[in-house]
């Protein structure tokens, strides 16, 4: 909009070249606003303590900020007054916006312009560098707007000048407030004792650059460098905090119920018991003298206690992972033992078995990262870090087991194990803990159902026992096969990329072979997040692996590289897959029009060579390159082969239609979209929100039409309000190219069609249209 000086704003439509005029008194041209017979301010004279210094220290200086304060209150209640009778903003000058200059010098914000601004921030106020700048109420908000250093208008909470809170304090509030919005905090668990504001000092503390916006009636965490977007790691920190605090209290109750406390000191007492009775092999001492030694001797056994320490990953948000371990099960039988799980000799490693310094290995090195547990204990902990999202979640990338060894008092008699000499042979007296002699050496793993003992598979069986062994271990391995598979096409479903890379870590880790379609899905799912690179590792891991790619395989990694517009490397795997003897199909040649959506010759070329490979082209070759040349503004280019699939007797998808209309759009030809639309409707295509949007772009400014059509744009929202089409986001930015940013935001308040849910589509949408269409089918017969 035109820069409106000493006027009002979005009361006003201003069109370039025309006088403004009040809609207040019927000025002509700029003029005082306070001079505005409906607006008259309540302060009338500037106070010269508005230029004393800021200074929380002082007692004076506090218990002044009372009364200036209320003056700002009592004058933004008059604002609203004035701005109910004139349905719009007001701009400020003289002593009333003196008076909001001083309020935001006396508020909770950051007055040095020369103090570095957080990067969520990127803009500064003219007051901060000039002292001065524009000042406005925006009646929808209620607050007042300050002008930047780029020319824009910010929203400031004018409830906050002359008062003692301080930025951090600011800051802390408004995190509190999107806490409290977020629907992690609405699905807390009854359990949980932790407030809203607690959460968000965590979050300030984790994330200090956090960046929140209001939309609507709600607060919302967002992304930096984006408008809208979700900030997932912000919200999952949110619900893992909720979370945790909801374990504490659990593991609190807990350690009050002595039965529960009783079962974890019988566990470290066990375990305790385990390190100094676990039965082990003796070590083989050679006698002194060659004579056989008394059967009745005893076998002092070696006392050992196995440690696992594990390694893990780093992690996007250590703290979490944390948390994860401190809060969970294990850490909370450790605790209740008595033990110090973070004991300062440990470095901030995790420790969770009765251990000592000493008894660490030298070749250990303790960092943040280790994990000490006991062997048995290992699942837990991987359960527990699964609690974590996959993001945050960090892997175990390594584990050492090392044995905690006792030294017995053994006497020089008891040392030995009873031998006898048979030639050039020490025989020792076997174990009764021992089975029979086999023909390959068991373990005591055989005792579980499903194990296989890998030296079984070089012999051929010769019991039923060893045939029920190996039938045991076959099932196994085909049920491990089955839930990896499992696994892997849920990973897929969710577009888990992380997941599903670790699921194809376990399939080699439990000696599975993976096939051509593990690696086919694999590298699909890798374009569909847009993961080339790895993409590609994968194609040259299978090749190094023996296994050939399929034709299915190859379109998947073209694919990937046309999805990012990357034609090179697109027409690089082209030329491998004609290497290789794999025929292109016609959905090949689709991915490498696709890839060369940054040049429309390249593209056009792909199509003349698939009519020379195929009798005939498919649907999803004309939409592919109808899409293009929509793209481009390109609308006769699309009509072309528009024509061409009908001659060619093809079904017309929505999709066709859709290219077309969406290249009139984007060529500014409003009424040929309209046609399209028509067109497509008699098709058996119901106009959705996505051809209202065309429409709308087709209203904004472009190369072709320089003004905006304005009235057309707020016919046909008017019109897809009325039919019960909701907006999306898309559609709301399509308005605002029309009509501007505040007309259209104004229109949308007309007909009380709240636009949070349109705006942010990860948020749950509650709307009822029954009031906005009824709203406006009024307006519309009003406008006609």
């Not at 409290?180 to 300030?204: F, G, P």
Request: hydrophobic share 35%.
């Amino acid at each position: 909009h035109g820069r409106v000086s000493r006027c009002t704003t979005a009361a006003l439509c201003h069109i370039p070249g025309m006088p403004i005029t009040c809609r207040s008194c019927g000025a002509v041209g700029s003029h005082l606003t306070h001079t505005c017979p409906r607006y008259r301010p309540l302060v009338s004279e500037i106070d010269i303590d508005w230029t004393r210094t800021r200074d929380l220290t002082d007692d004076k200086y506090r218990t002044w900020l009372a009364g200036p304060h209320d003056l700002v209150i009592k004058e933004l209640q008059n604002l609203k007054k004035a701005g109910d009778r004139i349905k719009g903003d007001i701009e400020l000058d003289g002593v009333v916006k003196e008076l909001m200059l001083a309020g935001w010098r006396h508020g909770p914000y950051e007055h040095d312009c020369v103090v570095s601004r957080p990067e969520r921030q990127t803009w500064k106020l003219k007051v901060e560098t000039e002292g001065t700048g524009r000042v406005c109420f925006d009646w929808s908000r209620c607050g007042i707007r300050f002008e930047d250093t780029h020319g824009g208008m910010r929203l400031l909470n004018a409830k906050n000048f002359f008062t003692m809170l301080t930025p951090q304090e600011n800051q802390l509030k408004h995190v509190t407030a999107a806490v409290r919005d977020s629907q992690e905090w609405k699905k807390k668990n009854n359990a949980c004792k932790i407030t809203a504001e607690e959460i968000a000092k965590r979050v300030l503390e984790v994330f200090p650059g956090v960046k929140y916006h209001r939309v609507g009636d709600i607060k919302a965490f967002i992304k930096c460098n984006t408008k809208l977007s979700k900030d997932e790691i912000v919200y999952n920190f949110v619900a893992d905090e909720l979370r945790n605090s909801a374990v504490a209290e659990k593991a609190a109750g807990a350690a009050e119920d002595p039965d529960l406390v009783q079962q974890a000191r019988a566990k470290f007492e066990r375990m305790s018991m385990e390190r100094d009775l676990c039965m082990r092999l003796p070590p083989i001492v050679v006698p002194e003298t060659w004579e056989s030694l008394a059967d009745d001797e005893e076998i002092v056994p070696e006392l050992r206690f196995c440690v696992t320490a594990l390694r893990l990953s780093s992690s996007r948000n250590p703290e979490a992972t944390r948390r994860a371990l401190v809060t969970s099960d294990v850490a909370a039988e450790a605790c209740a033992a008595g033990l110090d799980i973070e004991p300062a000799w440990a470095r901030d490693a995790k420790i969770f078995v009765p251990i000592a310094e000493a008894d660490v290995p030298a070749d250990l090195e303790l960092r943040p990262y280790h994990v000490l547990v006991s062997e048995e204990d290992v699942p837990r902990i991987k359960v527990a870090l699964a609690t974590l999202p996959c993001k945050q979640r960090p892997l175990i990338k390594s584990s050492q087991e090392f044995a905690l060894e006792q030294e017995p008092s053994v006497t020089e008699a008891a040392a030995t194990a009873a031998y006898t000499v048979e030639r050039t042979f020490v025989c020792t007296r076997e174990s009764q803990v021992f089975t029979p002699r086999s023909d390959y050496t068991r373990s005591h793993a055989d005792a579980f159902q499903g194990h296989q003992n890998p030296r079984s598979k070089m012999r051929a069986p010769d019991s039923c026992a060893d045939v029920v062994s190996l039938c045991n271990s076959a099932s196994h391995i085909e049920s491990s096969t089955r839930d990896h598979w499992a696994d892997l096409k849920e990973c897929c479903g969710r577009r888990d990329l992380d997941e599903a890379l670790q699921c194809f870590s376990g399939m080699l880790r439990d000696n599975i072979t993976p096939d051509v379609k593990v690696y086919t899905i694999l590298i699909d799912l890798c374009g569909k997040v847009g993961a080339t690179e790895e993409a590609e590792r994968l194609m040259v891991d299978m090749s190094g692996r023996g296994v050939l790619p399929s034709r299915v395989t190859f379109n998947y990694l073209i694919n990937a590289y046309a999805q990012v517009g990357n034609a090179s490397k697109a027409e690089e795997w082209f030329q491998q897959m004609k290497k290789a003897n794999v025929k292109p199909t016609l959905w090949t040649y689709n991915c490498m029009i696709r890839s060369s959506q940054h040049c429309l010759e390249q593209a056009e070329a792909w199509v003349e060579e698939a009519r020379t490979s195929f009798p005939s082209l498919g649907l999803a070759t004309y939409t592919t390159i109808m899409g293009l040349y929509a793209d481009k503004g390109l609308p006769r280019k699309a009509e072309e082969f528009f024509g061409e699939l009908q001659s060619m007797e093809l079904p017309c998808s929505r999709n066709a239609y859709r290219a077309v209309i969406r290249a009139h759009a984007t060529a500014g030809h409003l009424s040929d979209v309209k046609d399209w639309v028509e067109k497509a409707e008699k098709a058996g295509f119901d106009p959705s929100v996505y051809e209202y949007t065309q429409m709308l772009r087709a209203c904004a400014p472009n190369e072709n039409q320089l003004a905006a059509n304005t009235f057309q744009a707020r016919s046909i929202f008017l019109g897809q309000v009325a039919k019960g089409i909701a907006p999306n986001h898309e559609n709301l930015q399509a308005l605002d190219d029309a009509l501007g940013k505040w007309n259209a935001r104004s229109l949308c308040s007309e007909v009380h069609l709240h636009t949070r849910a349109a705006h942010l589509d990860w948020w749950e949408d509650r709307r009822d249209l029954a009031k906005p269409r009824r709203l406006a089918r009024e307006l519309l017969e009003k406008d006609s």
